[in-house]
């Protein structure tokens, strides 16, 4: 069982990015997929969860309005939809499987391997 992360790049202030994040398979014991974001020499921080089966999602403060994250359940792929980069967006993006959205990166048990975003001013 894997999650594979991808879609991060390199960008100018202002642009949009889509990251999506693949499971191998469906975790039906971890209903909630989140994303996470760790900048160089920083605590890793959420940035998003999303609950499979009912749509719930909760955003971070700091993306609200410019993020947005759907799901294709078909394909077991959550997609992390940013615009209007900014450069303190700049990070290693993770997706991580847990059992609650909450903010607690110590709450999910699964991760992926990471993306880097890299906003320039």
């Given at each position: 069982v894997?999650?594979?992360?991808?879609?991060?790049?390199?960008?100018?202030?202002?642009a949009?990015?889509?990251?999506?994040?693949?499971?191998?398979?469906?975790?039906?014991?971890w209903p909630v997929m989140a994303w996470f974001r760790q900048a160089p020499g920083q605590e890793r921080e959420f940035v998003v969860g999303i609950r499979w089966s009912?749509?719930?999602?909760l955003y971070a403060d700091s993306v609200k309005g410019r993020f947005t994250i759907s799901?294709?359940?078909?394909?077991?792929?959550?997609?992390l939809e940013m615009n209007s980069l900014k450069p303190e967006d700049t990070a290693v993006y993770y997706c991580a499987v847990g059992p609650n959205v909450v903010r607690d990166d110590s709450k999910y048990h699964l991760w992926g391997q990471g993306t880097l975003v890299t906003v320039s001013s």
């Open positions: 894997q999650l594979q992360a991808s879609g991060g790049g390199l960008v100018q202030a202002g949009s990015l889509r990251l999506s994040c693949a499971a191998s398979a469906r975790f039906s014991n009912r749509g719930y999602t799901r294709d359940d078909a394909k077991n792929t959550v997609y």
